[in-house]
């Protein structure tokens, strides 16, 4: 059973920055694509981020520039580091992770992924 646990996640005034973490435990870290979505209050789930096993990474065109995504295999845990964030960044963000090519920010969002419980990111 796959379970992935978030942290990092809090409040922030526009221009700051967050790192939020994901630590994936329960099967053999390797997974082919590992990313982050995020759901804004009223809107619908929207890909980030994602890296797959190259550590080839993918971002939403909303995000290129400032947020970088990136994984530690021996810490069995990925990362996003948020920069120059913005109110719109406002959202809860969710790891995910699953097998899939590509490795493109909508397959996060496929079903069969695996994500876990969220952490809230707020920017005023």
């Known amino acids: 059973h796959v379970q992935l646990v978030e942290s990092g996640g809090g409040s922030v005034q526009a221009g700051g920055s967050l790192r939020i973490s994901c630590t994936v435990s329960?099967?053999?870290?390797?997974?082919?694509?590992m990313g982050w979505f995020r759901r804004a209050p009223g809107k619908e789930r929207k890909g980030v981020a994602t890296?797959?096993?190259?550590?080839?990474?993918n971002y939403d065109e909303s995000v290129k520039g400032r947020f970088t995504i990136s994984k530690d295999t021996a810490k069995d845990s990925v990362y996003l580091q948020m920069n120059s964030l913005k109110p719109e960044d406002t959202a809860m963000y969710y790891c995910?992770?699953?097998?899939?090519?590509?490795?493109?920010?909508?397959?996060?969002?496929?079903?069969?992924?695996?994500w876990g419980q969220g952490t809230q990111v707020t920017v005023s």
């Open positions: 890296i797959d096993d190259d550590g080839r990474t």
């Open positions: 995910a992770t699953g097998n899939t090519a590509p490795c493109d920010i909508e397959a996060v969002l496929t079903p069969t992924f695996d």
């Open positions: 329960g099967y053999a870290y390797g997974s082919s694509c």
